[in-house]
């Protein structure tokens, strides 16, 4: 089993930052592709920025300039920096990876419990 904890996660005014972490565990072999979605109360999950093993990134249009993911792959940790923030960045942030647990098995996604963002004056 793999697990994927979430922190950093909190309530900021417009403007602020916070750094969210997420750190894989468990029976792990590879970590392959690792990303942050966010679900807004009412929305659909909405991908926000996801981060291959070698260090390629992909970011949604409303996290360019804003956001930055980065990756520890020693650790299996990724990190999302949150500048600038917004009313509408408030949602719960998820982590999800895609690990292979054992060689020869296939790749499967895993998702964290989230971390609560909000963001108001």
């Known amino acids: 089993q793999v697990h994927l904890v979430e922190s950093g996660g909190g309530s900021v005014q417009p403007g602020g930052s916070l750094r969210l972490s997420c750190a894989a565990s468990g029976t792990i072999f590879t970590v392959y592709q690792m990303g942050w979605y966010r679900q807004a109360p009412g929305k659909q999950r909405e991908l926000v920025a996801l981060?291959?093993?070698?260090?390629?990134?992909n970011y949604a249009d409303s996290a360019k300039g804003r956001f930055t993911i980065s990756r520890v792959n020693a650790n299996n940790t990724i990190y999302l920096q949150m500048n600038n923030l917004k009313p509408e960045d408030t949602a719960v942030y998820y982590c999800?990876?895609?690990?292979?647990?054992?060689?020869?098995?296939?790749?499967?996604?895993?998702w964290g419990r989230g971390t609560q963002v909000i963001v108001s004056s």
């Open positions: 981060i291959e093993k070698p260090g390629s990134t």
């Open positions: 999800n990876a895609d690990v292979r647990s054992k060689p020869g098995q296939r790749p499967t996604d895993f």
